[in-house]
């Protein structure tokens, strides 16, 4: 194994040591559990972003924004520990560590990141 990624695999260690948490990807499929796919238990970080409202006010710098609520979350999954995990979009993510366990479903996958998989997560509805 190359040095760098000797570094890389320790710094994603120590990561997952202080930052994961226990998730459960239920695979879906029209709006339904996918029988044909396996409920997937990881423990990974999942990180959070602060929700926020903007309007649609343009200001001096030409700069508009259309009263989007912004936020969301992303899992970031370590190939080594989860080769080829089967997650897909509209899959449903529910944190079992978190209060009230919080649930959002998968926009996107970035599998192409160096280093993690990249999970995208929007609202669950």
């Known amino acids: 194994m190359p040095r760098f990624d ?5 710094l994603f260690s120590a990561v997952d040591d202080m930052h994961a948490e226990r998730v ?6 029209g709006g339904r559990q996918d ?8 423990m990974v970080p999942l990180k959070t972003a602060d ?4 309007n649609l006010s343009g200001d001096r710098s030409g700069d508009f924004n259309a009263n ?4 969301g979350a992303r899992l970031l999954i370590d190939p080594s520990t989860y080769p080829n995990p089967d997650i897909r979009e509209k899959d449903r993510v529910v944190a079992l560590d ?7 479903k998968v926009s996107s996958i ?8 990249i999970i995208n997560l929007g609202d669950a509805n």
């Open 98 to 104: 978190r209060p009230g366990e919080p649930a959002w």
């Open 35 to 42: 029988q044909t796919r396996t409920v997937l238990d990881l």
């Open 68 to 71: 989007v609520r912004v936020g």
């Open 6 to 10: 000797q570094y890389r695999q320790k």
């Open 51 to 54: 929700r926020e409202s903007q």
């Open 24 to 29: 459960r990807v239920f695979p879906m499929n």
């Open 110 to 117: 970035d599998s192409k990141s160096n280093g993690r998989i």
